[in-house]
């Protein structure tokens, strides 16, 4: 019989250093990689890049972003993943000045129904996944294709060109803008 002075301890229960901890971190890669991104443009380019208007400029770029990235974020803890969510924005996008300004549609009820159609590609791409048993990155890859075909068929149809013009004319615009898309000034930047 072992001698409580001679016992193993269990490697779970002992105490590791600060150091050994940090390294053991999944997050310290991403950050020590962000951190040799930053430090390699503001060697570069160190005028406009380390400028307040050069930082308000990839934060804003960065913010949105991020907000797709929190939501293709739950998809990969839960082992999934999402392929098509850049086609959906862009087809959300031209659905709703689509909507707004060749049909006369509030541009309130626009955005909605462009909602609506992003729900509804979400929502198919995941039945498909669960009944065809494929992989959410076959699946979605293909709804990649599919969306951004789509969107730019259908907007040449309807326009004669890839790009719809003319949003900011239309009525109600002006509301929308003031209420979610108006710029904040700070120290004489302009951040949206």
Same mark, same amino acid.
């Given at each position: 019989?072992?001698?409580?002075?001679?016992?193993?301890?269990?490697?779970?229960?002992?105490?590791?250093?600060?150091?050994?901890?940090?390294?053991?971190?999944?997050?310290?890669?991403?950050?020590?990689? #962000?951190?040799?991104?930053?430090?390699?443009?503001?060697?570069?380019?160190?005028?406009?890049?380390?400028? /307040?208007?050069?930082?308000?400029?990839?934060?804003?770029?960065?913010?949105?972003?991020?907000?797709?990235?929190?939501?293709?974020?739950?998809?990969?803890?839960?082992?999934?993943?999402?392929?098509?969510?850049?086609?959906?924005?862009?087809?959300?996008?031209?659905?709703?000045?689509?909507? #707004?300004?060749?049909?006369?549609?509030?541009?309130?009820?626009?955005?909605?129904?462009?909602?609506?159609?992003?729900? /509804?590609?979400?929502?198919?791409?995941?039945?498909?996944?669960?009944?065809?048993?494929?992989?959410?990155?076959?699946?979605?890859?293909?709804?990649?294709?599919?969306?951004?075909?789509?969107?730019?068929?259908?907007?040449?149809?309807?326009?004669?060109?890839?790009?719809?013009?003319?949003?900011?004319?239309?009525?109600?615009?002006?509301?929308?803008?003031?209420?979610?898309?108006?710029?904040?000034?700070?120290?004489?930047?302009?951040?949206?």
């Amino acid at each position: 019989m072992a001698s409580s002075a001679t016992a193993v301890r269990d490697e779970r229960m002992v105490e590791s250093s600060l150091v050994k901890r940090l390294l053991t971190r999944p997050e310290l890669g991403a950050l020590s990689g #962000a951190i040799l991104v930053w430090g390699f443009f503001a060697i570069v380019a160190p005028t406009g890049f380390l400028s /307040l208007r050069g930082t308000a400029s990839y934060l804003e770029v960065s913010a949105h972003l991020g907000i797709m990235a929190a939501a293709v974020a739950l998809l990969m803890i839960g082992g999934e993943f999402d392929l098509s969510i850049g086609s959906v924005l862009g087809m959300s996008s031209a659905l709703t000045a689509i909507l #707004a300004t060749e049909f006369g549609i509030p541009l309130y009820l626009s955005a909605l129904i462009s909602l609506a159609m992003a729900l /509804l590609v979400g929502f198919i791409n995941g039945v498909m996944v669960v009944r065809t048993k494929l992989p959410s990155f076959i699946i979605t890859l293909g709804s990649l294709f599919m969306i951004r075909g789509l969107t730019i068929g259908v907007t040449r149809l309807i326009t004669g060109r890839t790009q719809v013009g003319g949003l900011d004319e239309v009525a109600g615009y002006q509301l929308l803008y003031n209420l979610f898309g108006r710029d904040i000034m700070i120290g004489g930047v302009g951040f949206a």
